[in-house]
């Protein structure tokens, strides 16, 4: 029998000391994997696909083609489009990279949406991955900024540049518990854009949109510094 390579015996030595589980059902992973899920929930992550509000990716039976929320006025973030709906697997695996340290998963879940986005051809033309940053405090309690590592793992792909350019500069309470008015009030003037911004096209990346609000706001902040055009692409959309 071949010895088995130092890389395989290095995993299973590391699997015996800190056993990786599914970030979704916990099941044990075998010790080599790559995936923070198991191979039954990655095939449980539900695509986001049409038909949706063709701005904010909010899924709409029927004929409409944009929501009520969309319909009748202009966006700083002209498109939204997301790589899964935020339910099942998705839900575990974005409270892995967020709550539970596990910056493995957010890298591999950036090489999830590299596979989802060729379903969104309006999504190219875009010169860089800017990803939503978090509140200064937010970032050195955490450690890491989730969107700059999704981007990370999903820039290769793409062969786009990851443009760290935007920045927090307001605390803002959770908004978890804010209706839509009150979370854009919440948010209003919260980010800043460096000048690399001027005259680009640029591809926003956050995990989980929810009414949008966020990548409204860092939009407009990437408008104020003179991009041309804003567009974002999240891990996963809630839906309302
Ligand atoms: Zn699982
Ligand atoms: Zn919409």
Not at 28 to 55: H, I, K, N, V, W
Not at 79 to 90: E, I, K, Q, T, W
Not at 126 to 155: K, M
Not at 214 to 227: F, I, K, N
Request: net charge positive; glycine share 6%; hydrophobic share 45%.
């Amino acid at each position: 029998m071949a010895p088995l390579p130092w890389r395989d015996i290095a995993a299973v030595l590391r699997h015996c000391l800190l056993p990786q589980t599914c970030a979704h059902c916990r099941e044990d992973l075998l010790p080599a994997a790559a995936s923070p899920l198991c191979p039954r929930c990655r095939l449980g992550l539900t695509p986001a696909e049409p038909p949706f509000c063709l701005r904010c990716a909010e899924p709409l039976p029927g004929a409409r083609r944009l929501c009520r929320a969309c319909s009748g006025r202009p966006f700083a973030c002209r498109l939204m489009r997301a790589a899964f709906l935020y339910r099942g697997p998705a839900t575990g695996l974005v409270y892995a990279f967020k709550y539970r340290g596990r910056r493995a998963a957010a890298k591999a879940a950036g090489l999830w949406m590299a596979a989802a986005f060729p379903r969104f051809p309006e999504l190219s033309g875009y010169e860089a991955l800017v990803p939503v940053p978090l509140h200064p405090r937010r970032l050195r309690e955490r450690g890491y900024n989730q969107a700059l590592l999704l981007a990370e793992g999903l820039a290769p792909a793409l062969a786009l540049p990851v443009w760290d350019i935007l920045s927090r500069s307001k605390s803002t309470r959770p908004q978890w518990d804010l209706d839509k008015e009150s979370r854009r009030r919440n948010l209003a003037g919260a980010f800043a854009a460096g000048p690399q911004a001027r005259g680009k096209s640029l591809l926003l990346v956050d995990d989980v949109c929810t009414t949008g609000a966020s990548l409204e706001e860092c939009g407009r902040a990437l408008h104020r510094a003179g991009a041309a055009r804003v567009a974002a692409f999240v891990l996963a959309r809630q839906t309302l």
